[in-house]
């Protein structure tokens, strides 16, 4: 079995490839970024600009991205108290976010992100921020190999873990591995798709 190796800002291109891959038919940023009306190509550069933010600010920082040994997937955690940026990094964010979803899109995405935000709990957690297998690899256990090491982290501190997917076929997923639905947010703005929130409470650990 493969292992799961803590990433380093060096591996920030791998990461990138990865979850760009995983991501080019997952509703959210789908949406967000307009994909519709995008080239693969300029589809995959912006997913691959949006996960390099996100290592960079969220994840990176905190030693919580990690990916499989065999390069297979990645996952981008954050931990308790850690999700929320302050207001100048969210303004020195701005410029990037841009060039992701475009001017004409920005307000709206915002307003979306925004609505997500207010259901996000105040309880410390670990928030999975965002967890991608190459398509080619999927359905192999790498995504459980990628939640377990972090669950168990949870788990051994006592903290709950937390995340949003648009993806209804991964909530079985997440269930077995203790998730539970939180919210399901269906009435969305500017045609944002349904959102599923999920929160685990932190599991008895064994000796």
């Not at 309880?123 to 256990?141: C, D, E, N, S």
């Not at 982290?153 to 998730?179: K, M, V, W």
Request: hydrophobic share 40%; charged share 15%.
């Amino acid at each position: 079995m493969n292992g799961m190796m803590t990433a380093q800002h060096k591996d920030l291109p791998e990461i990138s490839e990865i979850l760009a891959q995983a991501f080019m038919q997952e509703e959210f940023w789908c949406w967000a970024i307009q994909a519709q009306h995008l080239t693969a190509d300029v589809q995959k550069k912006k997913l691959k600009q949006l996960f390099k933010i996100q290592s960079e600010k969220y994840s990176l920082p905190f030693n919580s991205a990690y990916l499989l040994d065999n390069k297979q997937g990645a996952a981008l955690w954050t931990p308790p108290n850690q999700w929320q940026l302050n207001l100048l990094q969210e303004v020195l964010l701005l410029p990037h976010f841009i060039k992701i979803v475009g001017l004409k899109q920005l307000f709206s995405v915002l307003k979306v992100i925004h609505q997500i935000q207010a259901y996000h709990p105040t309880t410390p957690h670990y928030y999975l921020q965002v967890i991608g297998v190459l398509p080619q690899a999927q359905g192999k256990g790498y995504s459980s190999q990628l939640l377990k090491p972090v669950l168990d982290l949870c788990d051994q501190q006592g903290h709950a873990a937390y995340l949003e997917t648009a993806t209804p076929n991964n909530i079985s997923l997440y269930r077995h591995f203790g998730f539970e639905i939180l919210n399901i947010l269906d009435d969305l703005p500017n045609g944002a798709p349904v959102l599923y929130t999920m929160w685990r409470e932190p599991q008895r650990v064994l000796f």
